[in-house]
């Protein structure tokens, strides 16, 4: 595999932002070549999952057939507190930063064991590890990205735990997804996504990204195929509905339509790809929202913070 974007993502600057597609292709070529931690976490019965934002997706992901408890940044000490089964806490934090120092203190000091999962091998959050245990410390690869674009972080953990192959998502975006004929998308700026029932865990993944890119200046929902037969699409509107999977026939005009096949063997890592990608795509049909106010956004976070945090996340 040609890795053109990871050299594209290792030499832009702030004035020449990639687009989140270019992202999702850097990813994919980075996992090509790197091999992803075992994540074992047996020892664990009944885990507490912690993570901010995409994070908590993640671990909710990861950790679906598990008998777990799921929380974020604002709900995780009251679990550990009045939850007496939990016997261990997963803090999943891409940069082990912000929150994550915080929620590893308290994990610790309330008697839980910690086990941190992330890209960062200098994380602040892994001070409070006790590196006794061949589970205290997952570190999986990434690649140099715009901040809050968390493209190779988080889907490297996703693939870690689905055994995607990248070469095969590699694959499928470049010589299906390309090849469809899409609308113009700058013509919108609402779009309804429909995904199938089994990847109903990555839908507020989705929706952040759209929130993150567009603010309010371009509209979303994302539902699975089952929830959009219930009251969801009262109210008309002139919105793009783009299926992935099953073929939209019901929601929307048939010209406000765009269908996306996905492989029989579609798993998280394909799904998240796939939903980056196009957003991606909406992205480069509208003005570049993100691109222009990214620094300010930064400036005001490491303030509120207390960090230091950086546009582009080397």
């Excluded at 492989?263 to 570049?288: E, R, S, W």
């Amino acid at each position: 595999m040609e890795k053109e974007n990871v050299k594209l993502l290792q030499s832009f600057t702030l004035e020449n932002l990639p687009d989140l597609d270019v992202a999702v292709l850097g990813a994919l070529e980075l996992f090509e070549e790197k091999l992803m931690p075992h994540l074992d976490v047996s020892q664990y019965k009944h885990p507490l999952v912690v993570g901010s934002g995409n994070a908590e997706v993640t671990g909710r992901i990861i950790f679906e057939d598990v008998d777990a408890v799921f929380a974020s940044e604002s709900t995780y000490e009251e679990k550990i507190r009045y939850i007496e089964t939990i016997d261990g806490v997963v803090l999943i934090s891409a940069s082990g930063e912000k929150h994550a120092p915080i929620i590893a203190n308290c994990s610790t000091k309330l008697g839980k064991h910690l086990t941190l999962i992330t890209n960062n091998e200098d994380a602040t959050a892994a001070e409070y590890l006790d590196n006794k245990h061949p589970f205290d410390k997952f570190v999986y690869p990434k690649n140099r990205e715009p901040y809050t674009y968390n493209t190779s972080t988080y889907m490297g953990m996703i693939l870690g735990h689905t055994k995607e192959n990248p070469k095969e998502i590699y694959d499928y975006l470049r010589s299906e997804v390309d090849n469809l004929e899409f609308p113009d998308f700058s013509g919108y700026d609402k779009f309804y996504f429909i995904i199938p029932p089994q990847f109903a865990g990555i839908k507020r993944m989705l929706q952040v990204k759209f929130i993150e890119l567009f603010g309010r200046k371009v509209a979303r929902d994302i539902e699975t195929s089952e929830y959009v037969k219930h009251a969801t699409t009262i109210v008309p509107s002139d919105e793009l509905f783009i299926s992935f999977g099953t073929e939209n026939k019901h929601w929307g005009e048939p010209k406000n339509r765009l269908h996306i096949p996905l492989p029989t063997d579609a798993n998280y890592g394909l799904m998240m790809a796939v939903g980056y990608y196009l957003i991606g795509k909406i992205q480069k049909a509208h003005p570049p929202y993100f691109k222009d106010h990214i620094a300010e956004y930064v400036a005001r976070a490491a303030e509120v913070f207390g960090q230091d945090i950086n546009p582009i996340v080397e």
